[in-house]
């Protein structure tokens, strides 16, 4: 199994950053590509980020430009710097790790962080 643990939520006003880590523990070997979402209050989970293995990353238009996503494979950590933070982007952040054990696709979720952005 693995195991996913976010930190570095908070309260921010607009305008400003904030840098998002998750540490992987765990079968972290099996680990293959991963990736933030988020969820608002009364809204679907979205993704946010996504970053394979060898670091091939992805984004929607919302926040291409502000945010990046990085990777740390040999300290087993994802990270994701967010800049020029809107109200909009307020909700739980969630880190996601797809993997694979006997042939079998899994995919690992953290508890959530807070990130709540005033205007």
């Known amino acids: 199994q693995v195991q996913l643990v976010e930190s570095g939520g908070g309260l921010v006003q607009a305008g400003g950053s904030l840098r998002l880590s998750c540490e992987a523990s765990?079968?972290?070997?099996?680990?293959?590509?991963m990736a933030w979402y988020r969820q608002a209050p009364g809204k679907e989970r979205e993704l946010v980020a996504a970053?394979?293995?060898?670091?091939?990353?992805n984004y929607p238009d919302s926040v291409k430009g502000r945010f990046t996503i990085s990777r740390d494979n040999a300290k087993h950590m994802l990270y994701l710097q967010m800049n020029s933070l809107k109200p909009e982007d307020t909700a739980v952040y969630y880190c996601?790790?797809?993997?694979?054990?006997?042939?079998?696709?899994?995919?690992?979720w953290g508890q959530g962080t807070q990130v709540t952005v005033s205007s």
């Open positions: 765990g079968i972290v070997s099996s680990i293959n590509a």
């Open positions: 996601n790790a797809e993997y694979i054990l006997a042939g079998i696709p899994h995919r690992a």
């Open positions: 970053i394979t293995r060898s670091g091939a990353t």
